[in-house]
Structures are given as C-alpha cells and as structure tokens.
C-alpha cells in the first residue's frame, strides 16, 4: 500500500498548542488530575512526555498518523464541531469519520486498551 492509498488518523486533543499550554496541562495533571479535560493526552502521555511504546505502536498502525491540538484543528477544519479529543479517520478522500468519539476516550481505563481499540477498528478480524 503506497502512502497516498494509505488511510490518516487525526488524533486531536482537547488542549491547545504552544508551550505555556503545555506548561498549564502539566500543572493541571499534577495538581488536579479529576478535572483534565483531555481524556487522549492523558492516555497517550505522562506528565512531561509521551508514554512508552506510544510512538511505536502508531508508526506500526495500518494508516498514516497526525496529531493536532484543538486550536491547529479548529483552525484546519473550521467546519467540523466534533466533541474533543476525537481519533478521526480519512480514507483515500477528504472525508473525515469519526473513529472514536470522545465518550469512548473518556471510558478508556489506559493506553493498552486504546491500542487495543485501534487495532480492532482499524483491522476488523485481525
């Protein structure tokens, strides 16, 4: 499967870009862990940086992978009002579908059942 036949993920996390954000979702983490409102950053990364494996397991995955904050995605896709964070899908058109909503991320105990719902969506029958 050549690239451009090859579907993309869009991974968007309910945070904006840039690096006081950053700084303020750590603090946020840390301090007050219950009231985080991005279910994805905290399945995908640790307080400071990506969790182990994370970026393995997604250059493995059967499909391209992007990753956007909410401000890069709003600003990219001004027609979309997904509830955030969301995994998208594009097939070989513009299209974007929903893969897994933001109930489903809020519902996801850890990274190792997101991988495994990745998978299963992705690869049915696997």
């Known amino acids: ?25 750590i603090a946020h983490k840390i301090f007050s862990p219950e009231t985080y409102e991005c279910a994805l950053c905290n399945l995908t990364h640790g307080y400071f940086r990506e969790r182990a ?22 600003k990219r ?3 979309r009002k997904d509830r955030l964070p ?8 513009a299209e974007l579908e929903i893969l897994i909503d933001a109930d489903t991320l809020d519902s996801i105990e850890d990274a190792a059942d997101l991988k495994h719902l990745l998978r299963d969506r992705l690869e049915p029958g696997r």
Request: overall charge negative.
């Open 1 to 25: 499967m050549n690239a451009e036949s090859r579907p993309t993920l869009l991974f968007v996390y309910n945070a904006d870009s840039g690096v006081f954000n950053s700084m303020a979702d």
């Open 53 to 74: 494996g994370w970026k393995e397991f997604v250059e493995d995955l059967p499909a391209a992978s992007e990753f956007l904050h909410r401000d890069e995605f709003r």
């Open 77 to 79: 896709h001004p027609e």
């Open 86 to 93: 969301v995994v998208l899908l594009r097939n070989t058109g």
